[in-house]
């Protein structure tokens, strides 16, 4: 006898797996920021608005899957 | 005779592989910011500021794995 | 008597795989970038030029990943 009740959806792990990389992605690129703003303060601008370009192209591989999970 | 009585949700080990990441990048950017104020201590302010915007984008991606475990 | 509710689609998964490396590599490149900065801010531009070059061949990897996983 067995009894497998088991629910879900593959999507709901394809989205955490595509979590992994674009998180410790982002992360990288703020603690590079602060590293450099701990090294030279006064190019905290530059290094900035360099992170928000990073974030913006690393971050939506994990948006981009959001939305995949709904639509695959 | 083989007894096999598994329930659960597979949303659940999504959410549970979805934290990985998000955690350590959160821990590493206030990591970074802990080395960096040993290192220049009057550049704290700025750095806490770089830090919690880094900690809001990062733990998004873990926040939005709780509501696609409902969702999916 | 199994009871088994999965959906999802495998190429989900397939997708969620293949943005592990393209947003760790392109993260990798905006964090040089950001160290360069702190390192030789003035050389910020020739370090951007290079860092588009990188970024468009590597996230290019996740993106044809969105395609196939459709056409798949």
Request: charged share 5%.
């Amino acid at each position: 006898m067995s009894l497998l009740e088991i629910t879900g959806s593959l999507n709901m792990i394809g989205y955490a797996i595509a979590t992994i990389a674009p998180a410790l992605g982002v992360a990288w690129i703020f603690a590079s920021v602060i590293n450099g703003t701990a090294r030279q303060p006064e190019a905290r601008g530059a290094m900035m608005s360099t992170a928000f370009i990073g974030f913006a192209v690393v971050e939506a591989l994990a948006i981009i899957a959001i939305a995949l999970a709904f639509v695959l």
